[in-house]
């Protein structure tokens, strides 16, 4: 048998995946199945509940939480010297 024609019968024996992949169906499709898999997980990690983006939401949150406390201490601090005077100025009476 001529070397084109070996060539040629192995060509045609070969699937499609086989010639362009070099992989078998079987190993073709668990590696399908593997990038499907890790791109699903990657999609929750960026969108889900866990995403980066509910992250910075409650960071930005932090911030608001943190700045509104010293509001209060401030507010607080001026009504205890308030309560202070007042209590000051009925004991002098």
């Not at 990657?42 to 983006?53: A, K, W």
């Not at 960071?59 to 608001?64: A, I, K, L, V």
């Amino acid at each position: 048998m001529p070397k084109e024609e070996l060539s040629h019968v192995l060509d045609s024996e070969q699937s499609f995946i086989q010639r362009y992949f070099g992989l078998s169906l079987f190993k073709f499709l668990v590696f399908i199945i593997i990038i499907v898999s890790f791109s699903v997980y990657v999609g929750f990690l960026l969108y889900g509940d866990s995403s980066v983006e509910v992250l910075f939401q409650l960071q930005d949150y932090e911030n608001y939480l943190h700045t509104e406390i010293q509001h209060l201490k401030r507010e607080n601090a001026q009504l205890q010297r308030e309560y202070f005077e007042l209590k000051e100025i009925s004991v002098q009476e």
